[in-house]
């Protein structure tokens, strides 16, 4: 071999023995906003610790919000790619800001209904002409909205205080309002801070035939331009979805060590059973049949009719079940 030729063979493989690594770094960058709820972005932390993003080639930026409101806002206003949110999800996507296309669980029992026992309220009917403090348009909303009507408690016969979830169950702590409807994790305050306090109902009373979607929902340009790494994240997120399930003991202690060091693992353990969720293949019987469109439909139903929108697209136009369909075995 002449020089000149070994020259260049031997800087040539140095190089590619160089880019080889570079190239195996090299991440797509997606960014995520969430709630910090168990019901939320549990499978998040859990891909995250586990590295089933990483995987994917996925490095997902995260950034935390308290509400779904903030959230979508942050989406529309084009400083998120994808989002992680409770019954929100049925709600701007509807108005035609963003696509939903992968479902996290339902929220069995996170939404609940808190009142002062000292008020006088044992029932329903006593919160008639009462102050009830929550954030509109939140999952928290639409529960007691049901709750109140499956008690033959017209939503207009109570106050409603619309605060951050925080200043409400502020509000609650402090007397101002006797009672509150909120989700987990904001029950453990309540349960230490007042002592005489009384959970009056709890969403799981309503399921299935008012099941509180959780679920991810992408931008509208987003997704149109990005289905090959949505499907990444499709996939990071049905190998932590299922090991949560699978291995849901030792999960939730990482989970509880890493990320939710303030909430006691019983605390926790009781979060989760406040949640349903089912294993990738079973969501996609759930999508296939119709059925997770229909219970998506049932809360986008609720919002717009609060909001006094007619024309509003629905679920099963908002909702694409293509990509977990095409992705999942």
Same mark, same amino acid.
């Given at each position: 071999?002449?020089?000149?030729?070994?020259?260049?063979?031997?800087?040539?493989?140095?190089?590619?023995?160089?880019?080889?690594?570079?190239?195996?770094?090299?991440?797509?960058?997606?960014?995520?906003?969430?709630?910090?709820?168990?019901?939320?972005?549990?499978?998040?932390?859990?891909?995250?610790?586990?590295?089933?993003?990483?995987?994917?080639?996925?490095?997902?930026?995260?950034?935390?919000?308290?509400?779904?409101?903030?959230?979508?806002?942050?989406?529309?206003?084009?400083? =998120?790619?994808?989002?992680?949110?409770?019954?929100?999800?049925?709600?701007?996507?509807?108005?035609?800001?963003?696509?939903?296309?992968?479902?996290?669980?339902?929220?069995?029992?996170?939404?609940?209904?808190?009142?002062?026992?000292?008020?006088?309220?044992?029932?329903?009917?006593?919160?008639?002409?009462?102050?009830?403090?929550?954030?509109?348009?939140?999952?928290?909303?639409?529960? =007691?909205?049901?709750?109140?009507?499956?008690?033959?408690?017209?939503?207009?016969?109570?106050?409603?205080?619309?605060?951050?979830?925080?200043?409400?169950?502020?509000?609650?702590?402090?007397?101002?309002?006797?009672?509150?409807?909120?989700?987990?994790?904001?029950?453990?305050?309540?349960?230490?801070?007042?002592?005489?306090?009384?959970?009056?109902?709890?969403?799981?009373?309503?399921?299935?035939?008012?099941?509180?979607?959780?679920?991810?929902?992408?931008?509208?340009?987003?997704?149109?331009?990005?289905?090959?790494?949505?499907?990444?994240?499709?996939?990071?997120?049905?190998?932590?979805?299922?090991?949560?399930?699978?291995?849901?003991?030792?999960?939730?202690?990482? =989970?509880?060590?890493?990320?939710?060091?303030?909430?006691?693992?019983?605390?926790?353990?009781?979060?989760?059973?406040?949640?349903?969720?089912?294993?990738?293949?079973?969501?996609?019987?759930?999508?296939?049949?119709?059925?997770?469109?229909?219970? =998506?439909?049932?809360?986008?139903?609720?919002?717009?009719?609060?909001?006094?929108?007619?024309?509003?697209?629905?679920?099963?136009?908002?909702?694409?079940?293509?990509?977990?369909?095409?992705?999942?075995?």
């Amino acid at each position: 071999m002449h020089r000149r030729q070994f020259l260049t063979t031997t800087m040539g493989a140095a190089l590619s023995g160089l880019a080889a690594p570079a190239l195996a770094q090299a991440r797509t960058k997606l960014r995520v906003g969430y709630l910090h709820t168990l019901a939320v972005d549990g499978q998040i932390w859990t891909g995250m610790d586990r590295g089933s993003f990483e995987k994917q080639g996925l490095e997902l930026e995260l950034r935390q919000f308290n509400t779904g409101l903030e959230v979508f806002q942050a989406l529309i206003g084009g400083s =998120l790619d994808v989002l992680a949110t409770g019954a929100v999800v049925s709600n701007f996507p509807a108005r035609g800001q963003g696509r939903v296309f992968l479902i996290n669980d339902i929220e069995v029992a996170t939404a609940q209904l808190w009142v002062h026992s000292e008020a006088g309220i044992k029932s329903f009917d006593d919160l008639k002409g009462k102050r009830i403090a929550t954030t509109t348009g939140t999952t928290a909303h639409v529960f =007691l909205d049901r709750a109140l009507r499956a008690n033959s408690v017209d939503p207009k016969e109570v106050e409603l205080l619309n605060q951050a979830m925080p200043a409400a169950v502020t509000s609650f702590i402090s007397g101002a309002v006797p009672a509150v409807a909120l989700w987990v994790p904001f029950n453990i305050m309540v349960r230490d801070k007042v002592p005489d306090a009384m959970k009056l109902a709890d969403a799981s009373a309503y399921y299935p035939q008012a099941a509180i979607i959780d679920g991810w929902a992408a931008a509208n340009s987003y997704f149109d331009a990005n289905k090959e790494t949505l499907v990444k994240l499709i996939k990071g997120w049905s190998e932590a979805n299922d090991h949560m399930i699978e291995h849901s003991d030792e999960a939730l202690q990482s =989970l509880q060590q890493g990320h939710y060091s303030q909430v006691p693992l019983a605390d926790l353990k009781e979060q989760f059973q406040a949640q349903k969720m089912f294993s990738s293949r079973d969501w996609k019987k759930l999508y296939q049949d119709g059925t997770v469109t229909r219970w =998506l439909q049932q809360s986008t139903d609720f919002f717009m009719a609060n909001a006094g929108i007619k024309d509003f697209t629905p679920a099963d136009k908002y909702f694409d079940t293509s990509l977990y369909l095409e992705t999942v075995a």
